[in-house]
Structure formats: structure tokens, C-alpha cells
């Protein structure tokens, strides 16, 4: 490879230039020399600028975007420097007014030899997890139009990614960028639903381009192209295809991608536009469902990778939880599966995970699908979605043609009964045991008046802890109906805390609170939430040693819970009895199997929220709580 080119249209001044630069592997040639054509890459472009600087800016015009790793550095007369500023706008370069010092001018040659080209710990770090979420999503998948999209002589080429919502289009668009020959530029992202106009969007691409330190290397990405307002099509056309908008008018290299959805919801000719403009090259993403043996190893790879960051043991899935999560039908795709796995192993300490304890969005529970549950064999129901055509032929036409039956009660959900039964059951048999153990020994005991006394002691303080625990569920069946309203969780958790003074004082217990009293208010039923928090404190104090802390705090968060407001609520504590070592159920944790949990759990979810419960680390417990804003 040639180290440097020197260029000047004057052969005595380009001489001289050399005799200034001593590199004796230099390139010596006119603007319009076609030697350059055939010459390879250089590390430095030296180009010395005169005349009407016609030549020289078709150089650059030339050779600027192959060379997009290469230093430029200009020599124009000392007059001419505001000049060639103006002209050479968009190459980044040095500028050394004619003749420049020799040292000057070696010293830049210099460092452009030892310039350092490799990237940063952080960007390491991101392409790193870019990489590995990829592979996650598209390992089963092949794309000879990926290949293409990846070629760095197709680089500039424009892109369009088609799928439906949570295909994984976006990240597709990412990897293609931080892997295709980019350079290192800025990603540009712009939510096109959101753009009115064709000023704004220039606005708002020029402003992500103002936030790069690379100005000079760019993609844009309009995610929902095919969103856009009608009229704003042409402009955008026109940018792509000859011109870009004002504000990035300095950018060298510029890669335009496009994500839209499969079908388009948009008219024929639009369609046909934006294929032109934007399908030089077409990856298109199939649906979950079109993928059979993506669950299995999706699950798999998503569970080792999560048990990697947060430092924990690797678990596993049991078969009827990829049965169930194999059947479920998965509107939003590998982001909604992604999701659910996450949320799930957030929740559930069980190992493997049983199907009860997979947390599906409530919303598709409700919709009357539900996971079908382990050891009972048989073939899962048929998934009806939305919107699909009425069957015409066959017992499913024949049921839709018959007369409609009354509308049944709604059922249990089954995931809850399910947990409910074995909590209940769980909080029963433990004080019964000791009681039976004492009775089948007090027969032959009974002249020992210490063993009398402690029998009745301890059948006293058992007996109690069975009415603690159907007072518990008098109290949760006698709750009215949830009605929505705001609910001042900060004020809530005073009170509550407030309950448990006389034990905190009494047992030594430190209490670390930090509450948000600047934006408290939660949405959901003030009497529901109120009987999940006093559940939860109960069992907290009830499991904090004598002496110990425990940590309170509540946040605003503006888009904490699927992407909309939140007030999240957290509870940590240090104790010895962990509530997710093994309960008393078999393939659960004993968070499923303690009353107070599966409650709080219900009465939040029944709001809208979510309840997380994570003991994997040195004895400590953290209870999440992220509650509607």
C-alpha cells in the first residue's frame, strides 16, 4: 500500500512538496492523472490546490469515499484558505498554506502513520452485546441478502428491513451498521410515526448527526418509514437518491436504512416509491411463527446469557414451560418472547422453572389463552387471534354456525389458582406438623408439667399463625371490586411503616427509606394495593433478624413499566431464611408458596403492575413492585 499520495496540478511545486514531506515511497501524479485509479489505498492524501481548484475538488469528489479511512491534507495559496474551506466542505481535512514548514507538515505525517484505528473499551463493549443479542435472535435463520447488506463495497447502498412489530428490525438495521463497513460513524434512529413534516425530519437528522463526534460517517435509519406522511415521500426520495438534506450536507459517507412493516398498511404507489428509493437491498424478517425451532434455543441462549450479567448459577426451563411457551402465539415476536423469558427468571428462583410460574403478558391471560398445564398430556387448544377469517367448512364451521350459548362466568385464571391452592396449603401444613409431632408425645409426656408447658406454648403460637393466615384471606375475599384512582404510594408506605414501630424499636431494626413525595401518585385501587404492601411488609418483618436493616424506597420512573409511567416500589433486606429457597411445593420456590407474595402478586398485577422477587445473591431478598403512573 502507498503510504502517501502527493497531488498538485504545478510538477516544480509538487516537488517540492515531496522534498518537504522525505518519504521516498510517496506517489507523485496530476489531479486528473489516472494513476491514482490503480494505486490502491494511501494512509495520507497530500494535495496542493491552485487554479480555478476544478481538478482538485473532482480529485476529492473522487476518491473521498474509498478512502474514508485515509488523512487528508490540504495546500492551498495562503489566500486562498477561506476558499477552499467553503469548497471542501463536506472532506475532513488539515489545512497548511503553500509552502507549509517542514516540520509542520512531517509532524502530521507522522502521527497519520501512528494514528490508533482500533475502537474503544466502550464501543468494544457495545458491538460486543450487538453481536451476541444477534445471534440470539437470528441464529436459525439464513439471509443471503444480510450477506449482501454486510459487504463493505455495498456499503453505501440503501437498506430496507421488512417485518412485522418486534421482528427484530431495529437491531438488524444496528448490526448492519456497526458491522458493514461503516467506519465507526453515528447511528442515527428516527421515529417516523412521530414526524410531520419534511422540515422536521431534516431537524431531526441533523441533530442526531450534531451529537456525533464522527460527523463525517452517518447512518440514518427511519424506523416505521412506511408511517410517514404521504406528502413528505418525494422529499425524502430526493435526499436519498440525489442529495441530502441541509445539516449533513458535510457528511463524506452516509448510509440511508429503512424498517417497515410486513405487509405494508400504506397505498400501492407508495409502496412502489419506497422500494425504489430504499430496496437496493431487501432483508426481510419472518415472523415467530414461521420459525418452529426458535423457542427451544432462544429460551436457552436468553437464560445463559442472564445468568452471565447478574453473576447467578445457569437454570433451565422445564418441558412443559417451552411446551407452553412453544403454543403461545407471540404478537410481538422475539421481543415479547425475549420479555417474557426475562421476566420470568426476574421472578422465579425455581430451577428448572416449572410452566405455572412463565410470566405471560396478562392481557393475552385475559384474552382467554392460557399455558396448558404440566403432567396432563393431551393436545393444547387451538390459538384463535383476532381479526382470522371464519373457519367455512368442518366442526369449527358448524360451532359458528350454531346458535350462541349463554356467555359463561369468567374462569380463574389458572396460574394463580394454581399458586393460590399451594400457598395456602404451604401456610397450613407447617404449623400443623409441629402440633402433630407434640400430640403423638404428650400420651406418654403428660406427667412432665415443663413438656406441658411447652406444648401448650408452641400449639398456642401455631394455632395463632393459622389465624394470621385466614385473617390474611378473609381479608383479601372481602376486597370490593378495584376501582382506578390515583393513590399516594409514599404517604401509603409512611402508614404502613408507621404500624411496625413499636417492632422496629422493639427488635433494633434499621430502616432506610428514601420516598418520592415529589411525584408519589400511582394508578390503580388505594384499598387492593394497600392490603399487597401491608402483605408484603408483614412477611418482610417477619423474615428481617433481630438487629438487621432493611432498605424502603419509591421512584417516579417515566417509562418504567412497558414503556409508560411508573411509581416503582423496592424492598431489600439481608436475612437468613431467603423467601426463594425451596418451598413445599414440588418444582416451585417457596415465593410462589407464601401466602403474602401470591397475593401481593394478584392485587398488583390486577392493577396493571408488576411484582419481581429476586434472592439469588449472599442472602438477600429484593421485592420489586413497578405500579401505573
Known amino acids: 500500500?502507498?503510504?502517501?499520495?502527493?497531488?498538485?496540478?504545478?510538477?516544480?511545486?509538487?516537488?517540492?512538496?515531496?522534498?518537504?514531506?522525505?518519504?521516498p515511497s510517496a506517489v507523485l501524479g496530476d489531479p486528473s492523472d489516472r494513476l491514482f485509479d490503480g494505486t490502491g489505498s494511501a494512509s495520507v492524501v497530500l494535495l496542493g490546490i491552485g487554479g480555478d481548484f476544478e481538478a482538485e475538488l473532482e480529485f476529492a469528489h473522487r476518491h473521498a469515499p474509498r478512502l474514508r479511512s485515509t488523512t487528508w491534507i490540504l495546500v492551498p495559496e495562503p489566500s486562498d484558505l477561506g476558499e477552499v474551506r467553503r469548497l471542501f466542505d463536506t472532506l475532513p481535512a488539515e489545512l497548511l498554506a503553500f509552502p507549509p514548514e517542514a516540520r509542520t507538515l512531517r509532524g502530521l505525517l507522522a502521527s497519520a502513520r501512528l494514528r490508533r484505528r482500533a475502537d474503544p473499551l466502550s464501543e468494544r463493549r457495545t458491538r460486543d452485546g450487538l453481536a451476541a443479542r444477534f445471534a440470539r435472535w437470528f441464529a436459525d435463520l439464513e439471509l443471503p441478502d444480510l450477506l449482501r447488506a454486510l459487504d463493505p463495497q455495498l456499503a453505501r447502498v440503501p437498506l430496507l428491513v421488512r417485518g412485522e412489530p418486534g421482528t427484530g428490525r431495529g437491531l438488524l438495521a444496528r448490526y448492519v451498521h456497526a458491522f458493514g463497513g461503516t467506519t465507526g460513524g453515528a447511528f442515527i434512529s428516527?421515529?417516523?410515526?412521530?414526524?410531520?413534516?419534511?422540515?422536521?425530519?431534516?431537524?431531526e437528522i441533523a441533530r442526531g448527526a450534531g451529537r456525533s463526534r464522527a460527523r463525517s460517517s452517518l447512518t440514518v435509519c427511519l424506523e416505521e418509514v412506511h408511517r410517514l406522511p404521504p406528502q413528505l415521500f418525494s422529499e425524502l426520495r430526493s435526499w436519498i437518491e440525489i442529495a441530502p438534506p441541509q445539516g449533513i450536507q458535510q457528511t463524506t459517507w452516509l448510509r440511508w436504512i429503512g424498517t417497515a412493516a410486513e405487509p405494508f398498511a400504506t397505498p400501492p404507489e407508495m409502496e412502489s416509491g419506497l422500494l425504489d428509493s430504499l430496496g437496493g437491498i431487501t432483508v426481510r424478517i419472518p415472523p415467530v411463527r414461521e420459525r418452529p425451532k426458535l423457542v427451544p434455543s432462544l429460551v436457552h441462549e436468553t437464560t445463559?446469557?442472564?445468568?452471565?450479567?447478574?453473576?447467578?448459577?445457569?437454570?433451565?426451563?422445564?418441558?412443559?414451560?417451552?411446551?407452553?411457551?412453544?403454543?403461545y402465539p407471540w404478537p410481538g415476536n422475539l421481543r415479547e418472547l425475549e420479555a417474557v423469558v426475562l421476566r420470568t427468571l426476574a421472578g422465579d428462583a425455581s430451577d428448572p422453572i416449572p410452566a405455572s410460574s412463565v410470566r405471560f403478558d396478562r392481557d393475552a391471560v385475559s384474552a382467554g389463552w392460557a399455558p396448558e398445564e404440566e403432567g396432563e398430556g393431551g393436545v393444547a387448544p387451538e390459538l384463535s387471534h383476532p381479526g382470522a377469517p371464519a373457519p367455512t367448512?368442518?366442526?369449527?364451521?358448524?360451532?359458528?354456525?350454531?346458535?350462541?350459548?349463554?356467555t359463561p362466568a369468567p374462569a380463574l385464571d389458572p396460574v394463580f389458582t394454581r399458586r393460590f391452592l399451594g400457598a395456602l396449603a404451604h401456610e397450613l401444613r407447617n404449623p400443623l406438623v409441629p402440633i402433630r409431632t407434640l400430640a403423638q408425645l404428650l400420651p406418654e409426656r403428660f406427667s412432665d408439667a415443663e413438656f406441658r408447658s411447652r406444648f401448650a406454648e408452641r400449639v398456642g403460637a401455631d394455632v395463632g399463625r393459622i389465624e394470621g393466615t385466614l385473617d390474611r384471606l378473609a381479608e383479601f375475599a372481602a376486597l370490593p371490586p378495584a376501582e382506578s384512582g390515583p393513590v399516594d404510594v409514599a404517604e401509603l408506605l409512611d402508614r404502613l411503616l408507621e404500624e411496625h414501630r413499636e417492632e422496629i424499636q422493639r427488635r433494633r431494626l434499621l430502616v432506610l427509606k428514601e420516598l418520592d413525595r415529589n411525584q408519589p401518585l400511582a394508578r390503580g385501587d388505594a384499598a387492593h394495593l394497600e392490603l399487597a404492601l401491608r402483605a408484603l411488609l408483614d412477611k418482610t418483618f417477619e423474615l428481617v433478624p433481630e438487629g438487621k436493616d432493611l432498605y424502603l424506597a419509591?421512584?417516579?420512573?417515566?417509562?418504567?413499566?412497558?414503556?409508560?409511567?411508573?411509581v416503582r416500589v423496592l424492598i431489600r433486606y439481608h436475612s437468613p431464611?431467603?423467601?426463594?429457597?425451596?418451598?413445599?411445593i414440588e418444582g416451585t420456590s417457596l415465593a410462589e408458596s407464601v401466602l403474602e407474595i401470591v397475593l401481593a402478586d394478584a392485587l398488583v398485577r390486577g392493577m396493571g403492575g408488576q411484582l419481581t422477587l429476586d434472592a439469588s445473591g449472599a442472602e438477600e431478598t429484593v421485592v420489586v413492585l413497578d405500579l401505573p403512573a
Not at 503510504?3 to 518519504?23: K, N, Q, S, Y
Not at 410531520?196 to 431537524?203: K, N, P, V
Not at 419509591?554 to 411508573?566: E, I, T, V
Not at 431464611?577 to 413445599?584: D, N, P, S
Open 304 to 327: 445463559l446469557a442472564w445468568a452471565e450479567a447478574h453473576g447467578a448459577r445457569p437454570r433451565r426451563f422445564s418441558e412443559g414451560a417451552i411446551e407452553a411457551l412453544r403454543e
Open 393 to 406: 367448512s368442518g366442526p369449527a364451521a358448524e360451532q359458528a354456525r350454531a346458535p350462541a350459548a349463554p
Open 577 to 584: 431464611t431467603q423467601i426463594a429457597r425451596k418451598g413445599g
Open 554 to 566: 419509591s421512584k417516579h420512573h417515566a417509562s418504567g413499566l412497558r414503556g409508560k409511567p411508573s
Open 190 to 203: 428516527i421515529d417516523c410515526p412521530s414526524i410531520q413534516g419534511a422540515t422536521e425530519l431534516a431537524s
Open 1 to 23: 500500500m502507498a503510504l502517501l499520495w502527493i497531488v498538485h496540478r504545478d510538477p516544480g511545486r509538487r516537488l517540492a512538496l515531496a522534498r518537504l514531506a522525505a518519504e
